[in-house]
């Protein structure tokens, strides 16, 4: 595997840490499976993608893209808190809606964005000595780590604690005077919100948004946070994010990896999904199987020493 | 008075009901009431949206003008079969005179729900493969109309004519699409001849795209893209790779050459639907689908030659004198230069 082809998995893996931040705030965080990632990830393209392309600041799309997202948030949240709706069924009435929405912002089903000004080339103009290849990683890993941090000190606060209490027990924080509804409705704000930036990213960094992008997205988080977290097992919050973000980066590699060389195995193109499959199980079993040989070496050589 | 009045009601309703026959005689001899067409795609898509206007173009052509001669219904199942059955159902609800089916599964829903509207195909790459035609000369039920089979042999002979040096071709598609399996299939069979290995890798989504096609840099000389949805959608990160590795694109369809690829030798999906219009004409003139063989984009006359030569220079690629004696299209400066057939 060449260099560029490393940076390339780090640089979506980066991107689509974002999305696995927010999907990790959800799903495990809140304890709130939601569906709506997969409309909020285009929005988040499609909004940045229709504002760069009528000649809008790529920041200013980024802002707009991160607000959208926050909507979306809110209107499953309301979905769920006010109507009553069931979690799932929540994020699948958001999901489905913002096909339409989706369409309705870009005009069209797709907006290329190749020769338009994004924050890439902005932060390009910015140090001219530096190159795009460069350039790129360093950009989304500052980002993302400025979004981690951000994260972890906001789960650290009054309300952020509050977040983490809702998703563990619901009913005894209620009993403590929490509003759940509301913790449950900032979760999924900031969840969606972060979702779209990731999606806003994407959409500069690859060169368009499509209403289509979105397939999948839940699922590519959601195997970040699995990922990462059988990686790093540590508890504490600042691990569990950088698990996440790890998650992502593993995850992407994987299917580079499997793009790249498994062909070499025997395997057909359309068995790509397979095979980043396999090394996602071999990803997650491999700590296991670290315990089971320390385990079999430690019995050995008690085993030996009885034998003595 | 009161028998006056009444008189002159009876006239009035009497008149009245004269002139309204009078109305429905002559419109029922001289412009008949205009004809119903529902029109259904089963996304929004660049190529399939220029299909439906080509259509209603050449039905301008042959003088059947939109909102005066022809009610257009335009649906769209947005990406959802389920959708497509519902729409087929309410076009056979508002009893359309013809049902112009845009996609595979739009012809597929259409043929399901009814068998007695004609339905015109546009954009179906192999309806008997599709089960939906019995053969390509003749359907053998209410279906007529055009295939967009990209003709891949065409476009592969390019290579060697554009880089004599070429060994390999790298080709993105979902594997999920048949149409794209049976393009690439051929494309292997083809390039296997010309002496080229095909590189194939695939993805299910248009986010994938761009790390498939990073996953090929390096091993390839070119790209060769086929009209498959997910690799079209992200056209643009191709053409991002493109540049970076200084990979030319050969792309199946032409409306994508201006958006970065170097050049394709294809079907225009504009003057695709333009042609499925003739054959909607050929049944309102009476003819039976039945009787309408099935045509496809295969004459060099109705294909596209277009080069890009903004992106030659970025690629910093010379274009063989030859080949530009020959194009329909160049683009140069941003803007497509178009020459007469």
């Known amino acids: ?308 | 008075m009161r028998m006056n009045l009444k008189k002159s009601t009876v006239f009035m309703i009497s008149s009245v009901i004269f002139f309204a026959v009078a109305l429905l005689l002559m419109s029922g001899t001289v412009c008949a009431a205009p004809l119903k067409i529902g029109i259904s795609q089963i996304v929004e898509h660049p190529a399939l949206d220029n299909c439906r206007d080509g259509f209603v173009a050449g039905m301008e052509e042959a003088g059947y003008l939109a909102g005066e001669d022809v009610i257009y219904d335009f649906q769209n199942a947005q990406g959802e079969f389920s959708n497509a059955i519902s729409i087929a159902q309410k076009f056979k609800d508002d009893n359309v005179d013809i049902i112009v089916a845009i996609s595979t599964p739009i012809a597929q829903a259409a043929a399901q729900v009814t068998s007695e509207i004609p339905i015109i195909i546009g954009a179906i790459t192999d309806p008997v493969a599709a089960n939906i035609a019995e053969r390509w000369e003749s359907s053998g039920n209410n279906i007529t109309g055009m295939s967009d089979a990209a003709p891949n042999e065409a476009q592969l002979k390019l290579i060697p004519r554009f880089f004599p040096e070429a060994t390999r071709v790298g080709t993105i598609y979902n594997a999920g699409e048949a149409n794209s399996v049976v393009q690439v299939e051929l494309s292997r069979e083809i390039c296997q001849e010309l002496g080229l290995e095909l590189v194939e890798v695939t993805a299910s989504n248009s986010s994938e795209v761009l790390m498939a096609a990073q996953s090929l840099a390096g091993r390839i000389d070119m790209f060769y893209i086929v009209t498959d949805n997910v690799a079209v959608s992200a056209f643009s990160s191709i053409v991002k790779v493109s540049l970076e590795e200084k990979i030319p694109i050969i792309v199946a369809d032409p409306t994508f050459v201006p958006e970065g690829g170097l050049t394709s030798f294809g079907i225009d999906y504009f003057t695709l639907g333009q042609k499925s219009a003739e054959k909607a004409v050929q049944v309102l003139e009476g003819k039976l689908p039945t009787e309408i063989p099935i045509g496809k984009l295969e004459e060099p006359e109705d294909l596209k030659f277009v080069i890009n030569l903004d992106i030659a220079e970025q690629l910093g690629l010379e274009i063989p004198l030859e080949l530009l004696e020959e194009v329909d299209s160049i683009v140069l400066s941003g803007m497509s230069w178009n020459r007469e057939k």
Not at chain 1, 74 to 80: E, I, P, V
């Open chain 1, 1 to 308: 595997m060449t260099w560029s082809l490393v940076f390339h998995a780090l640089e979506q893996g980066l991107v689509f840490g974002i999305m696995a931040l927010g999907v990790y705030i959800t799903f495990q965080i809140l304890d709130f499976p939601d569906l709506s990632v997969d409309g909020s990830f285009p929005l988040g393209a499609a909004i940045t993608a229709k504002i760069i392309f009528s000649g809008g600041h790529p920041l200013i799309a980024i802002v707009w893209a991160i607000i959208g997202g926050v909507l979306a948030g809110g209107l499953t949240a309301f979905f769920h808190t006010r109507l009553k709706f069931t979690n799932l069924l929540s994020g699948i009435l958001t999901m489905t809606l913002l096909y339409s929405v989706n369409l309705r912002i870009m005009g069209k089903s797709n907006i290329p964005l190749l020769g338009k000004i994004t924050i890439l080339d902005n932060i390009k103009s910015l140090l001219p000595s530096f190159s795009h290849d460069q350039l790129t990683p360093v950009l989304f890993l500052f980002i993302v780590l400025l979004v981690k941090i951000l994260l972890d000190y906001f789960l650290s606060t009054e309300l952020g604690m509050a977040i983490r209490a809702t998703g563990d027990n619901e009913q005894m924080i209620r009993s403590l005077g929490v509003d759940t509804k509301f913790t449950k409705i900032i979760g999924l704000c900031i969840s969606n919100g972060m979702v779209a930036l990731s999606g806003s990213l994407f959409a500069q960094y690859s060169g368009f948004a499509d209403v289509g992008m979105g397939i999948g997205t839940i699922v590519a988080g959601l195997a970040s946070v699995i990922i990462g977290h059988s990686i790093i097992k540590n508890g504490s919050i600042g691990w569990m994010t950088f698990s996440v973000i790890l998650g992502s980066i593993i995850y992407r590699a994987t299917v580079m990896v499997a793009l790249r060389y498994g062909y070499r195995l025997g395997f057909q193109p359309g068995d790509l999904k397979l095979i980043s499959v396999v090394l996602v199980v071999i990803a997650l079993t491999f700590p296991m199987f670290r315990g089971r040989i320390r385990a079999i070496v430690a019995s050995n050589g008690s085993n030996g020493m009885e034998n003595k």
